[in-house]
C-alpha cells in the first residue's frame, strides 16, 4: 500500500550533507509528503513534512520538485547519531482521520 | 522521551492466548494511533482513535481489537495469538490538527 520508492540504503561521510531522495509519483494534491526516522527499533521520530513548498526546520529541509513527484530530504551536517532508517510517507485523509501508510525505507549508515 | 508511555515492554504468550497492551498519550493529544512492525512486513498503520472515537482503520485483523477510554489511554486487545503475531507495537498520538505523531517505544509481543 505504501505510494513511496526508496533506495534500500546509502552511506554518508560524518560532517557531510545527505540527500536522500524519494519517488511518489502518485501523489495527490492535497497529499502531505511526510519524513520519519527510526533508530534501531526505538518508535519513529517525527523530521519534516510538505505539501508543495520547500521546507526547513532545526533537523533537515525538505526539497519538493514542482510537479510534486519527488522529493529529497537533506540533513546538512550529518552525525553518526544521524545512522537510522529513514522513511518518506504519503500522509493519506484529513486532518482528524489520517494515517501514515510507511514504505520500506532508506537505511542510512554515517560512517566516521 | 516522546511523552508516550507504553505498557508492557515486553510479553511473551503461547499461541492462541489472548493480550492486551496499553498506550497512554501524550499529555493534551487526543488522537492515539497503533502500528504493527513485523520483520517480514514492516510498520503498518492498525487503527486511529480520535477522542473516544475509531477514525480510521488499516490492515488490522479481526482478532485485534482496539478502544480508547475518557481518560484517552488506549487498548490493543490481541487474541488468537499466532505465531506470525510477533512483532512490535507501536502507538503514537497527537493533536487534533497536529501534524506530528509522537510515538512510544513500543511494546515486543513474541508469541511462543
Known amino acids: 500500500d505504501a505510494k513511496t520508492t526508496q533506495p534500500t540504503s546509502m552511506d554518508c561521510a560524518e560532517g557531510r550533507a545527505a540527500n536522500l531522495p524519494c519517488n511518489h509519483s502518485t501523489i495527490s494534491g492535497n497529499e502531505y509528503v511526510y519524513w520519519y526516522r527510526q533508530i534501531h527499533s526505538q518508535g519513529p521520530q517525527y523530521i519534516i513534512h510538505?505539501?508543495?513548498n520547500n521546507e526547513t526546520n532545526e533537523m533537515a529541509s525538505l526539497i519538493i520538485t514542482e510537479d510534486r513527484k519527488s522529493s529529497t530530504l537533506i540533513l546538512p551536517h550529518a552525525t553518526l547519531r544521524d545512522t537510522a532508517v529513514y522513511y518518506c510517507i504519503v500522509r493519506v485523509g484529513m486532518d482528524s482521520s489520517y494515517k501514515l501508510i510507511f514504505g520500506s525505507g532508506t537505511r542510512l549508515l554515517v560512517r566516521p | 522521551d516522546s511523552g508516550v508511555t507504553q505498557t508492557p515492554k515486553h510479553l511473551i504468550t503461547a499461541t492462541g492466548q489472548r493480550v492486551t497492551l496499553r498506550c497512554s498519550p501524550r499529555s493534551g493529544d487526543l488522537s492515539v494511533y497503533w502500528y504493527q512492525q513485523s520483520l517480514d512486513q514492516g510498520l503498518q498503520f492498525l487503527i486511529q482513535y480520535y477522542n473516544g472515537e475509531e477514525r480510521a482503520k488499516g490492515n488490522i485483523l479481526e482478532r485485534f481489537s482496539a478502544q480508547q477510554f475518557p481518560d484517552l489511554h488506549s487498548e490493543l486487545n490481541l487474541s488468537s495469538l499466532e505465531l506470525g503475531d510477533s512483532a512490535l507495537y507501536f502507538c503514537?498520538?497527537?493533536?487534533?490538527?497536529?501534524?506530528?505523531?509522537?510515538f512510544g517505544p513500543g511494546t515486543r509481543l513474541t508469541v511462543l
Open positions: 510538505g505539501l508543495k
Open positions: 503514537a498520538s497527537s493533536l487534533y490538527f497536529s501534524n506530528e505523531q509522537f
